[in-house]
């Protein structure tokens, strides 16, 4: 026993030791360098009232983003330990409306910008305020960027003044009433007591509660419903299981803030009790997808019209000659339409699935992203000159289609790739719905409608390849395919240019001279290969290899062009550069509002604009009915451009949306006539 004695005392003696260094643990660590932050009062404790504190956070840079109580998907809430006087009790920090911010698909809600988080104290009657010890604590919480986060604290004593008017203004006011839900196996659903006459903005639902018992919690990225009936404002959000997790009773109250969109909203409790949804009116929610079959045939009749389609047409004479040689023995016109089917399909494939593995690292790509980038738009330029010159027999690339020789299965598939990857620019008729709904469904759907894509662009082909008939209308071999060879040069020289017009849209009259020196040096070296071969030299191989090698190593060197040299177009209605804050003071204006996006690669959407939008009519009819007009220009990657279409359900440009005064977005037809936006603003 007295063993036992005499250990327990050095373990109390040591522990006496330890205090300080105890205590000492709780000064800061980390600081609060990026995100700075003060402890506030609004004025001085009075006996019997709540005395109001105030956690003022400052971002050193707009970079830097907090965390609401619950983070979301990722981060981390405040942990906050205030030292009161006995007696005094602090109550639950109150917060701000939250933003959302998702990051590679996970869900963050965050404060961007100065906000405050104020923490009520209950201050007993007989406190003596006249003479207590200063109000100390101590508050742990997360700092972050968009690519790093960094752990803060801080030791906090209480200083009086601060903005509390602003503070308060900013904390969500409390239902009077209480709400009520009901937890499924897939939806958690919130029954919240609102008057009919309440105007709803852009609504979005935070859950503070984060277990919500049985391994269910809420999936914070999935898309929100909420359905109206009288007074009563009802929330569905999706729910996902914890892998391994499936015990836990269900909470008997849940708690959270309604966001109205710009700051604006209520907190809320919730108790378990039914929310009836019979007869109610569905305000949002998910876009209704069409069943997959529907998808897939809707890709596959966008593939085969991508044929004719104007940003297609450079192409047709790639496939004009293939279709000519196809005609002769069937086994090998057979093979050929496989081959060249492979190289478009494995094309489209491949564009596809890297379009949805950026996404799900958290770019903002849609379809024929890679025309955004400045070195992908001059090696097109020097493949359309490359193939112009061989239309023009400066050299021969034998076995391929475009060379004017009989066509191998190698040439076959390679002609595919080209003519799939040369087409992307367009979106028409069909592929929107389709493209739209593949970057937002499971990446095995996703895929099969890309896949579908190229099946649709390879079709026309591989049933002139399969079926005798269509092959006897084709025009016999001769000597007319040299001159056709020829002629289609010109559709391929006018592409050139387009492209080269493109550069210089990018880059500036600096980067289209840079892009210029490059075409010169590979005509040389074409020419210079072209004599060899008809000098029947032996090394002319060695000449287009080396060139091939050239022109990847000087693209892979090839600056980038400056964000300012792009060369800006102002239009005929004079529109306003498209932001979603834009957008949203357009909207408030109570005029129409007309957005359309577009971009210089797009052929469709040049198309479109001169038919169209920029027509003296229309600016004269706009005037008129004070339509604003906004243009989002995609030409260059722009991150929220591409979230602003993923949400509309568009993979890519043209996208064309009228905002009636008051009204939701009204999704225009990919091909615009002439009156139909003069019919718009009429009515």
């Not at 009161?84 to 602090?90: I, S, Y």
């Not at 100390?136 to 009086?160: H, K, M, N, W």
């Not at 016109?333 to 996404?359: F, K």
């Not at 009915?625 to 990657?637: C, E, H, K, L, S």
Request: hydrophobic content about 50%; charged content about 15%.
């Amino acid at each position: 026993m007295d063993a036992v004695r005499g250990a327990l005392a050095l373990v109390v003696a040591a522990l006496f030791c330890l205090l300080p260094a105890m205590l000492q643990a709780q000064d800061a660590r980390f600081g609060d360098e990026n995100i700075a932050v003060e402890l506030r009062s609004d004025g001085p404790p009075v006996p019997g009232e709540t005395w109001m504190l105030a956690l003022q956070f400052t971002p050193r840079s707009e970079d830097w983003h907090g965390y609401w109580s619950n983070p979301g998907d990722a981060g981390q809430g405040m942990a906050l330990d205030l030292e009161l006087p006995q007696g005094w009790t602090a109550g639950e920090p109150l917060y701000p409306v939250p933003q959302t911010l998702v990051i590679a698909g996970l869900m963050n809600h965050i404060y961007e910008g100065e906000y405050a988080v104020l923490v009520p104290v209950e201050v007993p009657e007989s406190a003596a305020v006249g003479n207590f010890a200063p109000v100390t604590g101590f508050v742990s919480y997360l700092a972050c960027t968009d690519r790093i986060c960094v752990p803060q604290d801080a030791r906090l004593e209480v200083r009086e003044g601060g903005d509390f008017g602003s503070w308060q203004a900013a904390i969500a006011p409390q239902l009077d009433s209480t709400a009520g839900f009901e937890i499924t196996q897939k939806t958690l659903r919130i029954g919240l007591p609102l008057p009919a006459d309440l105007e709803l903005g852009d609504l979005h639902l935070f859950v503070e509660t984060t277990e919500l018992g049985g391994g269910l919690k809420p999936d914070y990225a999935a898309i929100q419903s909420f359905i109206r009936e009288g007074d009563l404002l009802v929330a569905e959000i999706p729910l996902k299981q914890l892998a391994g997790v499936e015990s836990g009773t269900r909470p008997e109250s849940i708690s959270g803030i309604l966001s109205f969109g710009e700051g604006q909203g209520v907190r809320f409790t919730a108790e378990p009790r039914d929310v009836p949804l019979e007869g109610a009116e569905p305000l949002t929610g998910p876009v209704e997808m069409p069943d997959l079959w529907v998808l897939l045939l809707a890709s596959l009749a966008g593939g085969v019209l991508l044929n004719i389609m104007p940003c297609v047409f450079p192409i047709l004479s790639l496939k004009a000659l293939s279709l000519a040689k196809a005609g002769g023995n069937e086994l090998s016109a057979r093979r050929d339409a496989l081959a060249y089917t492979a190289g478009v399909v494995l094309a489209c494939a491949a564009l596809g699935a890297l379009v949805l593995i950026l996404r799900s690292a958290g770019e903002q790509v849609g379809w024929a992203f890679q025309l955004q980038e400045p070195r992908v738009v001059v090696g097109l330029l020097l493949l359309a000159v490359a193939i112009t010159a061989n239309f023009l027999s400066l050299f021969e690339v034998p076995g391929m289609a475009l060379s004017g020789s009989a066509a191998s299965p190698g040439g076959s598939f390679a002609t595919g790739l080209l003519a799939a990857f040369v087409a992307t620019p367009c979106t028409g008729p069909f592929m929107a719905l389709a493209l739209g709904a593949a970057i937002v469904l499971p990446p095995t759907e996703g895929m099969l409608i890309f896949t579908m894509l190229g099946v649709g662009l390879a079709l026309p082909f591989l049933l002139v390849g399969f079926i005798p008939a269509f092959r006897r209308r084709l025009p016999k071999p001769g000597a007319w395919m040299e001159r056709f060879r020829r002629w289609m040069a010109l559709p391929m020289g006018l592409t050139a240019l387009a492209l080269a017009w493109l550069v210089w849209r990018i880059g500036g009259a600096q980067y289209l001279l840079i892009a210029g020196a490059f075409v010169a040096f590979l005509l040389v070296l074409l020419y210079l290969a072209g004599r060899m071969q008809r000098g029947a030299a032996s090394h002319w191989r060695a000449v287009l290899a080396g060139t091939l090698v050239l022109s990847i190593a000087g693209l892979v060197l090839l600056p980038e062009p400056s964000a300012t040299a792009r060369t800006e177009s102002e239009g005929l209605l004079k529109p306003l550069p498209f932001s979603e804050r834009a957008l949203t003071e357009a909207r408030a204006s109570g005029q129409p509002v007309f957005v359309w996006f577009t971009a210089d690669w797009c052929v469709t959407c040049k198309v479109n604009e001169s038919v169209a939008i920029e027509r003296e009519e229309t600016r004269e009819v706009f005037e008129k009915a004070g339509v604003v007009t906004m243009r989002g220009d995609w030409t260059r990657r722009d991150e929220e451009i591409a979230a602003f279409l993923s949400e509309q359900g568009a993979a890519g440009v043209p996208l064309y949306l009228w905002y009636p005064p008051g009204g939701e977005a009204r999704q225009l037809p990919q091909v615009l006539t002439p009156d139909l936006l003069a019919g718009l603003a009429a009515e």
